[in-house]
């Protein structure tokens, strides 16, 4: 069973983001976070085999999330997923930690791709962020 906790500040992206990973995965818990701090009192407070974190949320930023969680977890598995699409944040995120990166303008079956790809252990940008880079 996949253990996914999804941080984004938007219920309906959460909500779409869990559909998926159910229609895909099929056997998924998802446990959800709306704000900065929640997502790391949520990721502190169970195990998770991967977050997906969005860059700009409430009362903390998906960043500073990222550098606690690779403090604190080194070993799990981020996927930084955001409107940002320009190589900055990207650069940016990978250097902090993350283990990939993906545009919410993406295909739903690429979320599928990159969560496979970094729980492989492997790194995901996508193909449109990886041709800007």
Known sequence: MLRVLIADDHAIVRKGLKEI???EVGSVVVGEA???????????AEQWDVVVLDITMPGQ???????????????????????HSSSQYVTRSLKAGASGYLSKESAPSELINAIRAILA?????????SEAL
Do not use: F, H, I, W
């Open 34 to 44: 709306s704000s900065g701090p929640e997502a790391l009192n949520k990721a502190r």
């Open 21 to 23: 990973l159910g229609e």
């Open 121 to 129: 252990g492997g790194t995901y940008t996508g193909r449109s962020l």
């Open 61 to 83: 930023s998906g960043l500073d999330v990222l550098e606690k969680l690779k403090q604190e977890q080194p070993g799990l598995p981020v996927l930084m997923l955001s409107m």
